[in-house]
């Protein structure tokens, strides 16, 4: 996965997690809303998955969806805001805090409600 250039559209931002976590494929049970995909309905749809499953996720998967986290954060824009907003903000919520919160930057940790 190249992390350097960010999915450009909800579609591919898809495709990175299906990439990411093949098993997210089997368990995908399509967009949280009937209209047009945005990045914040494929991570809405996402994170629930993210946090049930973090604790079979392997290290390699963490660093590689961290990486990915950390260069939308980094570049801003819409796809920052989607991670920011529906991600971050609520990684304690959904109980993936302590396990994902070493594979983030410090400007990504500073979007978390640590």
């Known amino acids: ?21 093949p098993q997210y494929r089997d368990e995908y049970n399509g967009p949280s809303h009937d209209d047009t995909p945005t990045y914040h309905s494929v991570l809405m749809a996402f994170v629930p998955f993210f946090g049930g499953g973090i604790a079979s996720c392997s290290e390699q998967q963490l660093r590689a969806f961290g990486q990915l986290v950390n260069t939308a954060i980094a570049q801003g824009g819409p796809l920052e805001n989607a991670f920011s907003t529906c991600l971050l903000e609520h990684l ?8 994902f919160r070493p594979f983030l930057s410090k400007t990504a940790l500073e979007k978390t409600h640590a």
């Open 92 to 99: 304690r919520q959904i109980q993936a805090e302590r396990r």
């Open 1 to 21: 996965m190249n992390v350097r250039t960010l999915p450009q559209s909800p579609e591919q931002l898809l495709d990175e997690l299906f990439v990411i976590f």
